[in-house]
């Protein structure tokens, strides 16, 4: 890295740097979608060493191809990008639409690249959850929410709150967060000891000063998984920490050979090995549980045999498909009035045709 580039990044936030080092590794591959964006792109340049570099950029290509590839399955109509790097037009050209969240001056210029698609662009920073709730305001429809490299940039107090920010916008939209970031660091081991053979530790230890790390965020929070110490034990305590603010993960394999890496292309002397490699690592997909009171609810109906359920939805702002999906199991059970629904809600249940399935009172005025 130039010592010019070097300044820059060092001036940078680290979601910022994350973004831009995921553009530098794209250009670098001549990446048709990025190469507009090339001014904002850093090279992979760890000062560790060539091996340490050359496994960065094939997990960082890795994570981009992989998360893309997962969202165009995923059957959610918006994708939302966290932290923003402009890659808008694979879900665009696929019908979908695109909101990219991250630092001013990349989703700035990625919404003049973009302007006119089916993509939007608004800062958000992830210490401040407001911001990211205000970037998914125009969400329609499901959201698939991705987010790489966002984990090891933050302690464990910001962590809650974005989890939370992430987990509101789940119950609001429905949908699903997909993510690399708790088991980057195993990844990135598996990919450098495919590269290095039996001297991967010579080459890890030499990098291994915990300072630098700890500078860049490495390690340091119970949602990045350190995979030189317990791994399971620590697994566990991440999907606990999750489930804590609502939320479950479900570990899905991947599936390298499907991803056409160009970092690791068929001439590759260590090809084969890479790719087993990453064949045993696995994303992380992330759902918001339904509200305490529909699941007490389907609950109660089902363990006590009850004739009839009353929600008071007073307090209910908005319906998902998640809350739609909760109150139709009830419906499995038995009739069920609800009592109290504003405007917002009432539309949600208009437009899915539910109001004629269930009861609604209002102020004592009854609609079946």
Known sequence: MSEANWNKSEALNPL????????????????????????????????????????????LETQYRGLTALALRSGRETVVGFPCVGLARPFTDAGLSYIGLGAPSIVDAAGRLWKGSRAGFFPADATNPASILRGLESARGELCILTAGLFPTLTDPELDPLCDALGQALRAHGGVWLTLDAEFPRAFMAILKALCGDHYMDVLLRSN??????????????LVIDPRWDYERLLDR?????????????????????????????????????LQSLAGQCWWQITASAPAGARQAVVRARSEGLQAVEIDCAALDYLSSAGLRSLFQILNVCPMTLLNINEVVGDVLEKTGFDTLVQIRNGGMDHV
Do not use: Y
Request: with cysteine; proline share 6%; net charge positive.
């Open 238 to 274: 991440a999907v606990a920490r999750l489930a804590r603010r609502g939320l479950a993960v479900a570990r899905i394999p991947m599936a390298p050979k499907t991803l056409a890496l160009r970092s690791v292309p068929e001439t590759h002397p260590a090809r084969d090995a890479i």
């Open 16 to 59: 910022a740097r994350v973004a831009m080092e995921t553009l530098g590794c794209l250009c670098a591959l001549e990446d048709a979608d990025v190469l507009p964006l090339r001014s904002f792109a850093l090279p992979v340049c760890t000062g560790f060493g060539e091996a340490h570099d050359a496994a960065r950029r094939i997990l």
């Open 209 to 222: 000063d915990m300072r630098q790390w700890r500078t860049a965020g490495q390690f340091d929070n119970a």
